[in-house]
């Protein structure tokens, strides 16, 4: 199974998108070139406070905000918007802007020494992206960061809801094949008995994921403060930090001094980053959506299990569960791309890939219906399958000797009693 992330973005990127430019330097006009997906319009400056607050209103996809210190500061543009943007518009927005800048340096200068001159004019564009909300609220999520927890999240959900889900499997095929599964029959209903292997097991995963949870962050502050003691200044101490910053061009300052403060400087907005991400929220959706895809895709495994006698038996019934978990890894890198984009939505909503997708997207801000949607129609859709599931376990657990195609499971579902 190979699907080509490229074929995917090429899918999501086909709506024209025009971006409002307030452009408070006067530098840029014009020079944000235009492409086949990509219009800028310039608006007059003094504009800005009111097209903020109307802007996908007029029909524009975002707002460019250029600040008057933008050749001095790195972090002054910033794009508005109500979708999280994609990869590719960032870049473009990027390159066109450093592009100017370094040329207009260029010409500020004698064209005497001129490699000094090209290190000099090298500029660094820091697009701060704000996403906003129908309720006025805003959000200013850091790309790297959002990335790394999108992909954790989403990758560590993959492999738990694999790995446990393929012990309830061969839980159930431990118990069918050692009949020990007719003496329970006696007592207990089937679907009880199912529910209670899949409970159990996901309840011992919860419990490794807590504790593995709980000894990571020990061990990451005790490592942190030892290697990586910047991370640990305190407010007082990294306004000290910029203050030598400052006063860089002073002679008497000591190289050591300077390079530390530089350094702190740096970790600060690092810092700033971190404490913008709502890690309690993530791991309560964590947990949430790790219970949800875990019980649904359980209930699927439950089902082969009894479905079939030995491990080769039940490989047929395997690719059919896999592959939307397959398919959900490969979206991810469609989501750091584009997370808001309509193929991203649908995946987070589609309950077979909204454990993996939706914990991939929250990172970079979701829509409040989008996220309790999700939510709803995937313990929804748990219920279902649990007792579609039941409908097999009950009848296939009990079945020996013969391979068992999926005429016969289509013939249990459909049964009554």
């Known amino acids: 199974l190979y699907i080509d992330p490229a074929w995917i973005e090429h899918r999501e990127e086909s709506e024209i998108k025009v971006i409002a430019v307030v452009d408070s330097s006067h530098l840029f006009y014009n020079k944000i070139i235009n492409t086949s997906l990509l219009k800028f319009v310039y608006l007059d400056p003094a504009e800005f406070k009111a097209i903020r607050k109307s ?27 109500y979708q999280y943007p994609s990869l590719s518009m960032k870049l473009h927005i990027r390159n066109c802007l450093e592009k100017e800048i370094e040329r207009r340096k260029l010409l500020a200068h004698n064209i005497s020494g001129l490699e000094d001159i090209l290190q000099a004019v090298k500029t660094t564009i820091n697009l701060r992206v704000v996403k906003l909300y129908e309720g006025g609220e805003e959000d200013e999520p850091n790309d790297n960061l959002s990335v790394i927890v999108a992909w954790v999240s989403g990758v560590i959900i993959y492999f738990f809801i694999f790995f446990f889900g393929s012990q309830v499997m061969r839980g159930v095929m431990e118990e069918k094949n050692s009949r020990v599964v007719e003496i329970i029959f006696s007592s207990v209903q089937p679907l009880e008995l199912m529910m209670g292997k899949i409970i159990g097991i996901g309840m011992a995963g919860l419990t490794q994921f807590i504790v593995w949870c709980f000894l990571t962050v020990a061990i990451l502050n005790v490592s942190g403060k030892m290697f990586f003691p910047e991370l640990f200044l305190s407010p007082t101490e990294i306004a000290v930090a910029q203050d030598i910053m400052n006063v860089q061009q002073a002679k008497d300052v000591d190289e050591s001094v300077m390079a530390q403060s530089e350094t702190a400087a740096g970790m600060k907005e690092l810092i700033e980053s971190i404490d913008r991400i709502n890690f309690g929220f993530i791991l309560f959706s964590f947990l949430l959506f790790f219970t949800g895809g875990y019980l649904l895709y359980a209930s699927l495994y439950a089902a082969i299990g009894a479905a079939g006698n030995t491990e080769m038996d039940v490989h047929q019934f395997m690719l059919p ?9 490969f979206l991810l890198f469609n989501t750091v791309y584009d997370p808001d984009s309509e193929l991203n939505v649908f995946a987070s909503l589609f309950p077979l890939t909204s454990p993996i997708i939706m914990m991939a997207r929250i990172p970079y801000g979701v829509k409040l219906w989008e996220y309790v949607f999700s939510v709803i129609i995937l313990f929804f859709s748990f219920f279902f399958v649990a007792w579609l599931s039941s409908r097999i376990y009950k009848r296939g657990i009990l079945r020996y000797g013969k391979k068992t195609r ?10 009554r009693g």
């Open 321 to 329: 569960v896999t592959i939307p978990l397959m398919l959900a890894i």
């Open 55 to 81: 802007f996908r209103e007029k029909g524009y996809w975002g707002l460019l905000y250029i600040s008057h210190v933008v050749t001095y500061t790195p972090s002054g543009v910033i794009l508005f918007s």
């Open 406 to 415: 999926y005429r016969e499971v289509w013939k249990w579902l459909i049964s």
